[in-house]
């Protein structure tokens, strides 16, 4: 709200008084004008209730000025009214220079492939990271969501500063986890120390509020969000994780259930993400990953699927390749002659490179 010396004088001599209004017990405030109530507002929450106001200033219940200040402000659209006596203060808004924007900028950003055969998922040449972009990694448990999300931190670590927090790498004592510590001893192409014995990312034992803890620039990956109830909440904890992100890039794991296309709440674990991917099993040890949403493409990507192994105890990833819906059996991996042939059951095949 504007505090501006010059605003009008709203003072309605009927309501004047020099003192106090003994008979009625209300302190009676001289000349009361709309700056008044602008500088009384400054210091409201951004939600009020009209008669709290007006009791804590001790304002005459019948000044015609104080109510001639609110309906101004709400002529200004200074002030909501959301009900009965209930306010909302309307903060300013600057227009955005969106032509000032450097659209040549990217995030130097480095997505998770093979170190043992070398395959990839190519997403390198299919989809741009820029700053405050979340990328949302959505997988039924213990089919690769971890592998994929510390994946991504051994091939940004030394790009970019890098925090780690979530519930898979603690102990609920937040003491350091052998099993954490033995999985990435397994990731023999990262070097995690610096040259000084220092470690290249910060972990954090962080369960909640996550958006409290993060630092705007930096590569954050949470693995993993747990909701237990009230899904929808998942929503506007992607909205103040992308908040605090600023001109870094965020990574959030959740669980799915299997055979659903999206991770627990559904839409609202999308709506905010910039990049989606949903994780399941397929055949026998193995994995698949389907692309569901990507903002900022360089080509045609969404709904393009990739199968690919685990290795190493969790560690690792192999055998990288995407693969194509089985059009005999249209996924079924059945058909009424018996399990398909084409696809072995599968319900999707190898996609063919020419």
């Given at each position: 709200?504007?505090?501006?010396?010059?605003?009008?004088?709203?003072?309605?001599?009927?309501?004047?008084?020099?003192?106090?209004?003994?008979?009625?017990?209300?302190?009676?405030?001289?000349?009361?004008?709309?700056?008044?109530?602008?500088?009384?507002?400054?210091?409201?929450?951004?939600?009020?209730?009209?008669?709290?106001?007006?009791?804590?200033?001790?304002?005459?219940?019948?000044?015609?000025?104080?109510?001639?200040?609110?309906?101004?402000?709400?002529?200004?659209?200074?002030?909501?009214?959301?009900?009965?006596?209930?306010?909302?203060?309307?903060?300013?808004?600057?227009?955005?220079?969106?032509?000032?924007?450097?659209?040549?900028?990217?995030?130097?950003?480095?997505?998770?492939?093979?170190?043992?055969?070398?395959?990839?998922?190519?997403?390198?040449?299919?989809?741009?990271?820029?700053?405050?972009?979340?990328?949302?990694?959505?997988?039924?448990?213990?089919?690769?969501?971890?592998t994929l999300a510390l994946n991504?931190?051994?091939?940004?670590?030394?790009?970019?500063?890098?925090?780690?927090?979530?519930?898979?790498?603690?102990?609920?004592?937040?003491?350091?986890?052998?099993?954490?510590?033995?999985?990435?001893?397994?990731?023999?192409?990262?070097?995690?120390?610096?040259?000084?014995?220092?470690?290249?990312?910060?972990?954090?034992p962080i369960r909640k509020n996550?958006?409290?803890?993060?630092?705007?620039?930096?590569?954050?990956?949470?693995?993993?969000?747990?909701?237990?109830?009230?899904?929808?909440?998942?929503?506007?904890?992607?909205?103040?994780?992308?908040?605090?992100?600023?001109?870094?890039?965020?990574?959030?794991?959740?669980?799915?259930?299997?055979?659903?296309?999206?991770?627990?709440?559904?839409?609202?674990?999308?709506?905010?993400?910039?990049?989606?991917?949903?994780?399941?099993?397929?055949?026998?040890?193995?994995?698949?990953?389907?692309?569901?949403?990507?903002?900022?493409?360089?080509?045609?990507?969404?709904?393009?699927?990739?199968?690919?192994?685990?290795?190493?105890?969790?560690?690792?990833?192999?055998?990288?390749?995407?693969?194509?819906?089985?059009?005999?059996?249209?996924?079924?991996?059945?058909?009424?002659?018996?399990?398909?042939?084409?696809?072995?059951g599968k319900g999707y095949v190898?996609?063919?490179?020419?």
């Open positions: 709200l504007l505090t501006s010396p010059d605003r009008i004088d709203l003072t309605d001599k009927a309501d004047l008084t020099d003192g106090t209004d003994k008979k009625r017990g209300v302190t009676m405030v001289q000349q009361l004008t709309k700056t008044q109530v602008e500088w009384w507002l400054e210091n409201e929450e951004d939600e009020f209730y009209l008669d709290k106001l007006r009791t804590k200033h001790q304002i005459d219940p019948e000044s015609d000025n104080f109510y001639k200040a609110i309906s101004r402000l709400c002529d200004e659209k200074k002030l909501r009214r959301l009900g009965r006596g209930l306010y909302r203060k309307i903060k300013p808004v600057k227009p955005i220079q969106w032509r000032d924007a450097d659209e040549s900028k990217y995030y130097d950003f480095k997505w998770f492939k093979s170190h043992s055969d070398y395959s990839t998922f190519g997403f390198e040449d299919t989809i741009n990271i820029s700053a405050n972009d979340l990328v949302v990694i959505a997988g039924v448990s213990n089919y690769g969501k971890s991504l931190l051994g091939e940004n670590v030394d790009t970019n500063p890098c925090i780690l927090m979530g519930n898979e790498y603690t102990t609920l004592a937040n003491m350091p986890s052998p099993k954490f510590k033995r999985r990435m001893m397994r990731m023999n192409w990262v070097d995690w120390g610096t040259p000084d014995g220092k470690d290249k990312f910060l972990l954090l996550y958006e409290d803890y993060i630092e705007g620039g930096n590569l954050t990956i949470i693995d993993w969000i747990n909701l237990t109830d009230n899904f929808y909440r998942i929503g506007k904890i992607f909205e103040d994780i992308k908040t605090a992100t600023g001109n870094g890039v965020a990574v959030a794991v959740i669980q799915k259930e299997e055979g659903a296309d999206l991770g627990r709440g559904r839409g609202f674990t999308r709506d905010m993400a910039d990049v989606y991917f949903s994780i399941d099993p397929y055949g026998k040890g193995e994995s698949r990953l389907t692309v569901g949403k990507v903002k900022d493409p360089k080509r045609p990507i969404e709904g393009r699927i990739w199968a690919f192994k685990i290795v190493d105890s969790g560690a690792n990833l192999t055998e990288i390749r995407e693969i194509e819906r089985c059009k005999k059996c249209k996924t079924k991996g059945f058909t009424p002659a018996g399990p398909c042939q084409s696809c072995n190898d996609v063919m490179l020419i």
